[in-house]
């Protein structure tokens, strides 16, 4: 079902996924204009290939792991769209992991191909030497990050339950969440302190983490702390989400028939 | 101008009878704005000068842009947001019947007043630092000549982000129209100066995404040059015209969904 909505309007799927790229065009232009005008082949700790790198890999990384269902739950609970789950055997919560693979599977297929020209670009282009461990590391990671995205949002959502028009509040955290998991600039930028404290949040390894596994600045060490840190997280997001649910169900009041 | 004066009162009326949405819609705003404050801190922090343009310059340039993004937020994106759904629904129609023209009713019905705030404080104060760390002398002309950019750029922020949103007359489905026109904006993040000069030339006079914020930063910097100046006037006139006849097209084609 999932995949199908997703097709429905092909036009529209095109242009979603266009709109990724735009991002990803502005930091370029950005970093080279910065690079070429400085005297420094260092800026905030990156060379000018590892910036250009981790400004597409980190565009198509939150192209990847973005979510967009909790507008949807939002209406499901506002418009009581979300009865006929209650009193079907079916969790919610599986309906919706369900329509969201089904949904990004279109999406990952061209990003997949965008990423792996975009890898070779670096590769030829930037003299960036990627090596495919790096690659099949990256993978997992991801995949990881999209699980963690998808229960932040879901655990979010539930705030539905008490707000009438929530709109404003998820583009604020989606807001927030891109500036703090590095969608927009490395973490770095923020300096050592702030990178310190959002080591222990979740959201470093949404986007930071995975990007920069790709460029080669992560150690082994560091690849494998992270692992556990988002493992850690998904656990602990999936006991919010269910506590959240658990609350939100309880105010949860469908009128009429 | 009764009219409009009659949808502004509306509107506010409208935003205080939901205070909790009222507090979100201004949440979403605050955290918007430290995502663009944040690419001032960023090139602040590098103490470069970027293809000619120092930090405080392009000060000038982001603050303009956030100045241009309260005016769009506030007079056009909820306008420009609902149209699909008039179409999709048919709700179209009852603007149809009103004596007013269909466009302005469409296009100019609300008027937000909570998410413009944040934008204009920030944007005045960036401005006003700018000026004052590069010696620009605020004067009566100074200011009436940067309200006319203002007004211009206004004026052509309406027609080039209305005409994508007239396709949903025929494409229905419009989310990926939504997410391309919010990407387009972003391109006003930086000064036009990073892009190469042929994305500058298109950006300026096919589609003048860099009208909107580059001339009236340019005009207080002082390197505006002739052209840009005769294109100020020419840009508004020329790229209303052209979403006008692209709307009455539009409408023509319009079959009501409802019954």
Redesign the interface.
């Known amino acids: 079902m999932g995949l199908q909505s997703e097709m429905?309007?092909r036009?529209?799927?095109?242009?979603?996924v266009?709109?990724g790229g735009?991002?990803i065009l502005?930091q370029c232009?950005?970093w080279?204009?910065?690079f070429?005008?400085?005297d420094n082949t260092i800026?905030?700790g990156y060379t000018y290939p590892e910036m250009l790198c981790y400004s597409i890999i980190a565009g198509l990384v939150v192209k990847i792991t973005a979510t967009g269902f909790e507008r949807e739950i939002a209406e499901d609970i506002k418009n009581g769209g979300l009865s006929k789950f209650i009193v079907q055997p079916m969790s919610y919560f599986y309906y919706r992991i369900c329509c969201f693979c089904g949904r990004k599977l279109p999406q990952i297929l061209v990003l997949f191909a965008v990423s792996v020209a975009a890898l070779l670009l670096c590769n030829a282009r930037l003299g960036l030497d990627i090596e495919l461990s790096r690659v099949l590391l990256f993978l997992p990671f991801v995949t990881l990050a999209t699980i963690l995205n998808f229960l932040i949002y879901y655990s979010i959502s539930s705030l539905a339950f008490v707000?009438?028009?929530?709109?404003?509040?998820f583009?604020?955290?989606g807001?927030?969440i891109?500036?703090l998991s590095g969608g927009?600039?490395p973490l770095d930028?923020f300096g050592d302190k702030i990178l310190t404290i959002l080591s222990i949040l979740p959201f470093k390894y949404l986007v930071f983490y995975p990007a920069n596994i790709i460029n080669g600045r992560l150690t082994m060490q560091e690849i494998l702390f992270g692992a556990l840190v988002q493992c850690a997280w998904i656990i602990v997001m999936i006991c919010i989400s269910g506590i959240s649910w658990r609350w939100g169900m309880k105010k949860y009041v469908a009128v009429g028939g | 101008m009764k009219v409009y004066g009659m949808f502004l009162k509306s509107s506010l009326m409208g935003y205080m009878e939901?205070r909790?949405?009222l507090y979100?819609?201004?949440?979403?705003e605050?955290?918007?704005l430290?995502?663009k404050l944040?690419y001032v801190?960023?090139?602040y922090?590098?103490g470069?000068?970027?293809?000619g343009l120092s930090p405080d310059q392009i000060m000038l340039f982001i603050g303009t842009y956030i100045i241009m993004t309260a005016i769009y937020t506030g007079l056009f994106i909820e306008n420009f947001y609902k149209l699909p759904e008039h179409i999709r629904n048919g709700s179209l129609d009852i603007y149809i019947t009103k004596p007013l023209s269909l466009q302005f009713m469409a296009t100019m019905r609300h008027i937000n007043f909570v998410l413009p705030v944040p934008n204009l404080i920030a944007g005045v104060i960036l401005i006003a630092t700018a000026c004052s760390r590069l010696h620009i002398e605020i004067t009566f002309l100074t200011v009436l000549g940067y309200m006319a950019f203002l007004v211009s750029s206004t004026c052509v922020t309406y027609a080039i982000f209305l005409i994508p949103q007239i396709l949903t007359f025929w494409?229905?489905?419009?989310?990926?129209?939504f997410?391309?026109m919010?990407?387009?904006w972003?391109?006003n993040?930086?000064p036009m100066?990073?892009?190469t000069k042929w994305i500058q030339r298109i950006g300026v006079f096919i589609i003048p995404v860099f009208f909107i914020t580059n001339l009236p930063a340019k005009f207080l910097i002082g390197n505006l040059s002739e052209i840009y100046i005769i294109w100020t006037f020419v840009a508004p006139i020329l790229f209303l015209t052209a979403a006008r006849l692209f709307w009455k097209f539009a409408v023509r084609s319009y079959v009501s969904a409802s019954s």
């Open positions: 429905e309007y036009a529209d799927f095109i242009m979603s266009l709109s735009f991002i502005i232009f950005l080279t204009a910065i070429r005008s400085s800026i905030y707000m009438t028009e929530v709109w404003g509040l583009a604020a955290v807001q927030g891109l500036i927009i600039f930028i | 939901y909790a949405n979100a819609a201004l949440t979403m605050l955290v918007y430290c995502s944040l801190a960023a090139i922090n590098t470069i000068d970027i293809n494409t229905v489905k419009s989310y990926g129209i997410e391309i919010d990407r387009c972003d391109f993040n930086m100066n990073i892009y």
